[in-house]
């Protein structure tokens, strides 16, 4: 006698599939969170080095949430975050990564990407912006500072530093701009 059992494991597959994927997302933007985000720069970087690819990590920041948030009310501050990160998605390219990696803090890792392209993102990234705040009856200019750490493959840098200098820069860029973080 052979005795034969088969279990369906499709909803329970399904299931972890939808938890892995609720634990690496921000609810609110769609975007990776900070866990999802770390979880593939950091493989990236491992290819770059390998491959020896440029990248550009790149941290944004929006300027004024907490004046819209006293202002507008906190529905409105979280339409504001996620026009930031439609902005955003809408500036870099689908295998570039994005993240929202803290309350108004985004992060991108622009795979395969040469300092030279950050004047082309800055200037695209301006016209979005520029987009969004030309729409009738707006209340408040959207505003986001930004600053690019490049990683170079020949000399490579872990997340943490290039995390590290890029929040430097846009610290310095938004005392130079008079910005309230």
Request: charged residues 30%; contains cysteine.
């Amino acid at each position: 006698i052979c005795l034969v059992s088969f279990l369906d494991v499709t909803d329970r597959v399904r299931h972890f599939e939808e938890l892995r994927l609720l634990s690496l997302t921000d609810q609110l933007t769609g975007l990776c969170n900070r866990r999802g985000f770390i979880t593939l720069a950091e493989q990236q970087l491992k290819i770059a080095t390998r491959s020896k690819k440029e990248m550009m990590l790149l941290l944004a920041d929006m300027d004024g949430l907490k004046y819209i948030n006293d202002n507008f009310g906190h529905p409105e501050g979280d339409k504001a975050i996620t026009e930031a990160a439609r902005v955003l998605k809408e500036t870099f390219r689908e295998s570039d990564i994005l993240a929202r990696i803290g309350g108004d803090e985004f992060a991108v890792l622009a795979v395969e990407s040469s300092a030279a392209v950050a004047k082309v993102i800055d200037t695209r990234m301006k016209e979005k912006l520029a987009e969004v705040n030309s729409r009738p009856g707006r209340q408040y200019e959207l505003s986001i500072s930004r600053a690019i750490a490049p990683f170079n493959p020949w000399n490579p840098s872990t997340l943490d530093e290039l995390l590290d200098w890029a929040d430097v820069l846009l610290l310095e860029q938004k005392k130079r701009r008079n910005v309230k973080r």
